[in-house]
């Protein structure tokens, strides 16, 4: 079931791309017009050292001003669990809003006394790295008091809401996080003095954990490919999927993706400005992680300029595809009570009434009651995911 390329394969793709620059070129004028307007709309995209420790003093000093004036301190921490703070930007994605809604935590209340504490405790952390110019891992810090901190998770929600009271973004404060994501494919950059070749290596390349400090990004790609699956990247690394439609970029972030996979996703937008595709199964949680590489997150929208890339398209698998592809009744799966629950939410989604062919899909799905991962395919055969649907889809435009 081999298929062959002719010159005209890309058209669809190349066409997408033109439309992309021109909706990007566009925006541009528009930010500058919104810029020149309000000089202090947006946060510096570079933070030096010196902010960066001025910021974390700018704390330290309000707390004690506080006790010198006998009154227990407190942190106003912005809320960010509220779909109340958040506003929908269809070229940035879900931002919190300038006015939003606040949470105090205070010293002198038993339920937040140790919160407090532990913001301090890291906050003493960062501005010691940021000091001597060291980098440490979210997972270093909790090692560093176990029985303090409790958990990793709680460290990881405090980084986040240090980050975003100080309105510095989480890589200008040295904190790092591993890096579960994958790449392969077109791609070459410098990482620490090293050249990385994503193409020269037979399995894939784990995402750098400082995407901020990779340089020198070359690529020839004509797309980047966001697979949700492990399982489905490396099944297209064993089919040779690069090499057969060349040239190309893919990446996973091996669920939901972690910071450093969307950090890399916008980092290869801003540099190549290529179409985007993702590839997630066809039920609410993959279509949740779509949204979240193309609009961002709720509890991460504070940096949701960084991190949103509104571009990206979604290719597969659809829930139309299902019929459309006779997909065989067995390799379909009936959706959940939570998977319901999941789908009403993301029909609710702000940026759902801007996508009326989302809307459409997901009434598919809930009309159906059925779900299908990705693997559904093979019932087809083995090899129809790499050689049939993804060469269809992106000869013939079949994104929405």
Known sequence: MAFARNRDFFSFVDN??????????KEKESRKEEASGNATSQLQETITSSQVLRAIENVIQDIVSSLSRNEPPFLTLN???SWGNIEFNDSVGLQMISHCTTKKVKSDCPKSAQRFALILKILSVIYKLVQSNTYATKRDIYYTNVQ???????VDNIIDDISCLLKIPRRSLHILSTSKGCIAGDLCYMEDGTKVNCAGNTMSVLVPSNIHGITNLTSDAKFILIIEKDATFQRLLNDDFCKKVPPCIMITGKGVPDLNTRLLVRKLWDTFHIPIFTL??????????????????????FDAHN????????????????????????????LTEMDKKKLASLQKRPYVACQPLWKKEMEIMAASNMKAEIQALTSLSSDYLSKVYLPNKLQYGGWI
């Open 16 to 25: 997408h791309r033109v439309s992309l620059l021109d909706s990007l070129s």
């Open 79 to 81: 809320n960010r669990s």
């Open 148 to 154: 303090l901190f409790g958990s990793q998770h709680i």
């Open 280 to 301: 997630v199964d066809a039920d609410p949680y993959g279509i949740e992680i779509m949204c979240i590489y193309k609009y961002g997150s709720m509890s991460m929208s």
């Open 307 to 334: 991190l949103t890339v509104p571009s990206i398209r979604w290719l597969g698998l659809l829930p139309s595809d299902i019929k459309r592809l006779h997909i065989s009744p067995d390799a379909l799966i009936p």
